[in-house]
């Protein structure tokens, strides 16, 4: 650079003194700083105490290192917790495949026993009575609208929550409203039926998914242990899922869907900390 | 300065042909080779966060931390001083800590180095000299962590580790110009930190 030392003036070198010192001032900049040293003993002073703190800054000692700071593998760390996951990933997928076989058969084996199902929802039926009638056509209208949507989880819980949710009661329940609306609602609600059970074989059998039309009845009759329309515990699930209906003796079923439910959810969990840890190492 | 003592100048690592190869490893996810550079730079690492941040602990904390980034992002560091390199990620993990701290004052941010530096007394050393060394490398800590942070930066990188003005402009991201203005400062400043000393260093 070419600019005079001498800073607004002043006649004196203290701004450049450092760079002075760096040797970074051209030849004809440093000459000037000479030449003005030696007659200036207030920029020789600061040239001599600038040099000096340079020189004290210069002989700090270092300070030792506490430890060593080696890094040790990072993967290891967390490879440790790695095979824990994969294992508990599995035994919860395969405790949730259990659960889903026994709420595919617990209704079947409920079923066979029927009778005396009805007396005893009465009451529980009683309640439902009145809100049936107007329930099932809803039930009838959401089935087919719920049916394309099967393959999310909320329609499969819905119907898992119906099925595995309350078989005796809802079968019990099932019974006595199929009973009052028969005359009227045949129909829609075996398609209903047809309707809600699918979802439940699409858990099972992907690609199941049904098309809201009566064939749908022929075509998932079928695959129903009993055929009939007292063995209809998926319609209640229906109904029961919309009204929520008090079922009535379903202690067991109920809360063994939630515990899927709540497997599953773990399932998933645990399937997506597998997958982020896979792609972080 | 004893002859035991190392200068805080002198820990500047190796000329950075010789880190190429443990680099290149290094890259390679071998972890043996990369701590061969930590053996290397670990002293000037932690001085410079322990004369950023202040007190040991932290410092530690910080080029731990700094070790592992650098260890992890080895491949966005493309060639060029590696000294520079690590110690950006130094600097910046240190200002980080400063910036979450709540602002301490400048009193609580004595440096203990002096502690931390014990000084080994020469065998013909006068015990007068040994206390005196201590008082005013005591001093001129505390002078240091009287400066604002980006001229203390500057002057621990140019003049107490004697890294150069292109290393200095590299590891804290500013120009040439803005190097020489706040070392300037930041020795004036110091300077007239230490005159209250004088009897300290006339001596």
Known sequence: ?281 | MTSRQRTAAAATGPSPSSDDGWIRAARQGDTVAFNHLVLTYQELAFNVALRLVGDPDTAADVTQDAFLSAYRHLDQFKGGSFRSWLLRIVTNASYDVLRSRQHRTRESLDVMVAETAFDVADPGELPETVTLRRELAEKIEEGLATLPLDQRAVLVLYDLHGLSYDEVSQTLGINLGTVKSRLSRARGRLRDFLMQYQELWKG
Not at chain 1, 72 to 87: D, F, G
Not at chain 1, 122 to 148: E, L
Request: hydrophobic content about 50%.
């Open chain 1, 1 to 281: 650079m070419s600019e005079p030392v001498f800073v607004e003036g002043t006649g004196h070198v203290h701004e450049v003194l450092s760079d002075y010192l760096n040797g970074d001032l051209s030849d004809a900049q440093r000459e000037a700083v000479q030449a003005h040293l030696q007659s200036c003993a207030a920029c020789r002073r600061d040239l001599d105490s600038l040099r000096l703190t340079v020189s004290l800054v210069r002989q700090l000692p270092l300070a030792p290192v506490p430890r060593s700071f080696a890094i040790s593998v990072p993967e290891r760390r967390r490879h440790a917790w790695l095979p824990w996951l994969r294992l508990s990933t599995g035994a919860l997928a395969a405790v949730f495949v259990a659960l889903l076989a026994v709420r595919l058969i617990l209704p079947a084996a409920l079923v066979e026993p029927g009778p005396p199902a009805p007396a005893g929802a009465a009451a529980g039926y009683a309640a439902s009575r009145p809100a049936a009638p107007t329930v099932v056509a809803p039930a009838a209208v959401a089935r087919p609208a719920a049916a394309p949507a099967t393959g999310t989880p909320a329609a499969q819980t819905s119907a898992g929550v119906a099925a595995a949710g309350s078989v005796t009661g809802s079968a019990s329940v099932a019974s006595g409203r199929e009973a009052a609306v028969r005359p009227s609602n045949a129909v829609p609600m075996r398609a209903a039926a047809a309707a809600a059970r699918p979802p439940e074989v699409g858990a099972t059998t992907p690609g199941a998914q049904p098309a809201p039309s009566p064939g749908l009845g022929a075509a998932a009759t079928p695959s129903l242990p009993t055929s009939g329309t007292q063995s209809r515990p998926a319609s209640a699930p229906t109904v029961s899922a919309r009204v929520a209906v008090p079922r009535a003796a379903a202690s067991l079923p109920a809360w063994l869907t939630a515990v899927q439910v709540a497997v599953g959810a773990l399932v998933v969990a645990s399937l997506a900390l597998l997958v982020w840890s896979s792609r972080r190492l």
